[in-house]
């Protein structure tokens, strides 16, 4: 008579089905969040945002608004006051980037463009998305010539939020941002010209610059 296989042998065979079982489920995955234990202000970090000459983070004052941007509060990348973000108003151009993002790098000097000739009318804010290494985002700051302000997400906060879900398909990404506090359109960035981002600012926020 055939003996039943030892127990360490159907455990082990239990468990190759319900990982294949679990390899076959459909649907959404859960967002992939890393904890927010990088930091963003340090003494070093500080002094390359002044050689940069970036600016620092302007908190908003609004309250939170129906299709505005999630309650919550992140930190300014390279030192700064916080910002809640539901409390920003427009125009605003949110522009999604990471210091290991080659169309970030050549996007940026159209941003900073944009910033100094139209600043005054339409704001550039960035935000070091989903990223552990904002001192590398800072260098990449410093080689593009960025100094508009930027936040930072080191610990992928806005993955799970929709105002941001276009960054979950790919880096550099825009979010616009209306004078009410309202999300008024995205795009996918990777823009080379001052030209390309006052049109996107037409479209979007229509204003005409």
């Known amino acids: ?27 959404p995955r859960p967002v992939d969040v890393r904890p927010p234990d990088v930091e963003v202000d340090t003494p070093a970090m500080r002094k390359v945002k002044a050689r940069i ?3 620092s983070c302007e908190p908003g004052t609004g ?19 916080d ?24 996007e940026m000097p159209a941003l900073e463009e944009f910033h100094q000739r139209h600043g005054d009318r339409v704001r550039i804010l960035g935000v ?5 290494h904002p001192d ?16 930072a997400d080191p610990g992928g906060e806005l993955m799970a939020e929709d105002a941001f879900a276009i960054g979950r398909r790919g880096l550099p990404a825009f979010v616009f941002v209306d004078a009410d506090g309202v999300v008024v359109g995205h795009s996918s960035g990777g823009v080379d010209s001052l030209a ?5 600012v037409a479209e979007h926020l229509g204003v005409d610059l």
């Open 63 to 81: 309250a939170p608004v129906e299709g505005g941007l999630p309650e919550i509060t992140l930190p300014c990348l390279g030192g700064g006051p």
């Open 128 to 132: 070091d998305f989903n990223d552990v």
């Open 83 to 106: 910002v809640e973000l539901s409390s920003l108003r427009g125009p605003t151009v949110i522009n999604l980037w990471q210091a290991r993002c080659e169309p970030c790098r050549l």
């Open 1 to 27: 008579m055939r003996k039943a296989p030892p127990a360490a042998v159907l455990a082990v065979v239990l468990a190759v089905v319900l990982a294949a079982l679990s390899a076959c489920t459909t649907g």
């Open 53 to 55: 000459g970036m600016e």
């Open 136 to 151: 590398a985002a800072l260098a990449l700051a410093e080689e593009t010539g960025a100094t508009y302000p930027s936040i």
């Open 196 to 200: 390309e981002v006052e049109e996107l």
